[in-house]
C-alpha cells in the first residue's frame, strides 16, 4: 500500500493550517484525500495535486473508510469528530489543545520522541506551535548533558490566531500609517506598531493558558515531568513565524561552540550563528521552510552551565501542518494505519 492509495481526511481544510496540512501532504506524495469543514466552508475548491478538491461538510458517514485524519478545526470539534472518526477505524492526528495533555493520548514531536507513536490509542495529539520550536534545540541539549530549567519569552506571529489575526494586522497597519485608531478585535490590544505580553487567557498564577502550555507540553513530550519551565508569550506585528528568546540552565557546562554542533546535529534545526556577520535567524528566513533555526547562541556571562539562544520556525509549517503530516508520515512508515 503506497501512500497514494491511503485515505486521508482533512479537517479544517479551508483555515490557514488547513490549507498548508493539502499542500504538505501532496508534497508528499499523500493523494487519496478529502477536504473536510463546517456547513458554510462546504463546495469550495482548493487546489490539490493539480486538480481541486471540494470541500464537503463533516458528518459522521465522512471518515468512512478513512485511516488517518487530520484535524485543525479546534478543540470543540476535535471533542466532538475525534471519537467518531477513531471508532470507524482512523488515527486522529489533531492540531488543536483538547487532546494534548490526556494521558492516553501522545504529544509527538517526531524528531524528539517517535517512540511515543507505538502507545497511540487512535488519537495523536500535535503540541503548540511554540513548544514544538523549542523542543528541537531542547532535546539536542538534553541528550548530550541534561537540563534543569528553560525560561522562554516567546515573539508570535500574528498568523498564530488565524487568518483573521493576519488580517487584523494588515488593517491595523493601514490605519496606523494613514493615522487612524489602529482596530482590535482578534487581539487583547491593538497589535500594528506594538507588542501584545497576552495570549490566551488569563489564569490564576498570573500566567496565560498560552504560557502554561509550553510548560506542561514540554514537560510531557521530553519525558521530563519536573522540569522548571516559565514561558512569557508575547504577539508581535508579524505576519508570519514565531521568534523565541530562550535560556536554559544545563546538568553540565559546555562551551557555545559544542552547543552549535549538538544543534547542527539535531534533525530538524539549522543553525544561523555568525553574529560578527549579522548572521542570525529572522522571521523572512523561515516563511515556508520545514527547518527550524537557532542562532545566537552564547553562554551565560556568570553561569557557565546556563546557555541563551534564539529559535525561529514557521508556526504553519514545523507548528503545525508539517508537524502533523511528519506524524503521519511516521505512521505510515512504521506500519501503524490499518488496511483500506
Known amino acids: 500500500m503506497g501512500r497514494e492509495s491511503v485515505k486521508v481526511a482533512v479537517l479544517g481544510a479551508t483555515g490557514a493550517v488547513g490549507r498548508e496540512m493539502l499542500r504538505e501532504l501532496e508534497l ?3 493523494r487519496n484525500v478529502r477536504a ?10 482548493l487546489p490539490f495535486a493539480g ?15 478513512v485511516q488517518v485524519a487530520l484535524f485543525s478545526a479546534g478543540g470543540d470539534r476535535s471533542k466532538q469528530w475525534a471519537p467518531i472518526a477513531k471508532e470507524q477505524g482512523a488515527v486522529v492526528i489533531d492540531n488543536s489543545s483538547a487532546w494534548r495533555m490526556d494521558p492516553e493520548v ?9 517512540d511515543a507513536l507505538a502507545a497511540h490509542r487512535g488519537i495523536i495529539a500535535n503540541p503548540n506551535c511554540s513548544t514544538i520550536q523549542m523542543v528541537l534545540p531542547l532535546e539536542a541539549l538534553r541528550r548530550a548533558v541534561g537540563i534543569e530549567r528553560v525560561v ?3 515573539y508570535q506571529s500574528a498568523s498564530g490566531a488565524g487568518q483573521q489575526g493576519v ?3 494588515r488593517a491595523g497597519l493601514r490605519a496606523l500609517v494613514a493615522g487612524h485608531e489602529v482596530p482590535h478585535r482578534t487581539f487583547a490590544r491593538p497589535l500594528a506598531g506594538d507588542c501584545v505580553p497576552h495570549i490566551g487567557s488569563f489564569e490564576a498564577s498570573g500566567y496565560t493558558n498560552e504560557e502554561l502550555k509550553m510548560v506542561y507540553e514540554t514537560r510531557k513530550i521530553l519525558s521530563l515531568p519536573a522540569l522548571e519551565v516559565s514561558a512569557t508569550c508575547v504577539r508581535v506585528p508579524v505576519e508570519r513565524v514565531h521568534q523565541e528568546a530562550v535560556t536554559v540552565d544545563l546538568g553540565a557546562a559546555i562551551e557555545a ?7 547542527a546535529e539535531m534533525p530538524g534545526l539549522e543553525v ?3 553574529p560578527e556577520r549579522n548572521v542570525y535567524p529572522m522571521a523572512r528566513d523561515a516563511v515556508g521552510r520545514h527547518e527550524t533555526y537557532v542562532g545566537r547562541i552564547r553562554r551565560d556571562v556568570t553561569r557557565p552551565a546556563t546557555l541563551h539562544f534564539w529559535v525561529v520556525s514557521d508556526n504553519l509549517l514545523k507548528g503545525a501542518a508539517w508537524n502533523a503530516v511528519q506524524i503521519a508520515d511516521a505512521l505510515y512508515d512504521q506500519g501503524g494505519l490499518r488496511e483500506a
Open 51 to 65: 486538480g481541486e478538491l471540494v470541500v464537503e461538510e463533516v458528518r459522521p458517514e465522512s471518515f468512512a473508510g
Open 167 to 169: 488580517d487584523e494586522l
Open 106 to 114: 501522545p504529544l509527538v514531536v517526531p524528531e524528539v520522541n517517535p
Open 36 to 45: 473536510l469543514a463546517s456547513a458554510r466552508s462546504a463546495g469550495q475548491r
Open 28 to 30: 508528499g506524495g499523500w
Open 257 to 263: 561552540e559544542e552547543a552549535r554542533r549538538l544543534f
Open 152 to 154: 522562554v519569552s516567546t
Open 272 to 274: 544561523l550563528d555568525v
